[in-house]
């Protein structure tokens, strides 16, 4: 069974770093392109970047660049979402999927289980 | 444009026929993908190309496309499906972006 594990959530004060993690299993992670994805509460979902584990080649949305980095370590099958200054506004559940792709057409399949992220003073 | 435009909430009657409908300019080149979101669980894919269903999706889920519209249909609307649906897709630039999201209301 394809699977992606996501890390447990946290509870951080504004300033302070976090890393969130998502392990796959069940296929060849090295082989697939990994996303993440922000909801913030109560709104819709927004792409935030990809990763290829295989060579850790690495896109990013334009609404997310520099503001996070994306990383992977391919010898543990786990992908990385981390940030080195949080804000308020971070808090937000986050979570990975796999990207699967044609010609014409991208899907994420699966979806990790999702990290809430809590950002208060 | 870079945008997916969803309606924010859409009604069936039970047993009923409903299309959640998407638009934007890069569904004109590219097919949407389609998720389902439940309160408090994380998005599943239901529709992914031009009309390919997953493994576990029951069959009263479909897609089809038309110039900048795409579009998911549920014929005969369960009570089970009542839910949020987002479509996805990708621009020119390689950008990935999803649609605003759909509540979908069973009554």
């Known amino acids: 069974e394809v699977q992606l594990v996501q890390s447990g959530a946290e509870v951080k004060k504004p300033g302070e770093s976090l890393k969130i993690s998502c392990k796959g299993s069940?296929?060849?992670?090295?082989?697939?392109?990994i996303g993440w994805v922000r909801q913030m509460p109560g709104k819709g979902l927004e792409w935030m970047g990809i990763?290829?584990?295989?060579?850790?080649?690495?896109r990013y949305s334009p609404s997310f660049q520099g503001q996070v980095t994306i990383s992977a370590d391919k010898s543990i099958s786990t992908a990385y979402l981390q940030w080195s200054s949080l804000k308020a506004s971070d808090t937000a559940m986050y979570y990975c999927?796999?990207?699967?792709?044609?010609?014409?057409?991208?899907?994420?399949?699966?979806w990790g289980q999702g990290t809430l992220v809590t950002v208060s003073s | 444009s870079s945008e997916l435009t969803q309606d924010p909430a859409v009604s069936v009657a039970l047993g009923q026929t409903v299309r959640i409908t998407c638009q934007g300019d890069s569904l004109r080149s590219y097919y949407a993908s389609w998720y389902q979101q439940k309160p408090g669980q994380a998005p599943v894919l239901v529709i992914y190309g031009k009309n390919n269903r997953p493994s576990g999706i029951p069959d009263r889920f479909s897609g089809s496309s038309s110039g900048n519209t795409a579009s998911l249909t549920i014929t005969g609307a369960q009570a089970e499906d009542e839910a949020d649906y987002y479509c996805?897709?990708?621009?020119?630039?390689?950008?990935?972006?999803f649609g605003g999201g759909t509540k979908l209301t069973v009554l």
């Open positions: 990763i290829y584990p295989g060579d850790s080649d690495t």
């Open positions: 999927a796999r990207l699967l792709y044609s010609s014409s057409s991208i899907w994420f399949d699966p």
């Open positions: 996805n897709s990708r621009d020119s630039s390689g950008n990935l972006i």
């Open positions: 069940g296929y060849s992670f090295t082989s697939y392109w």
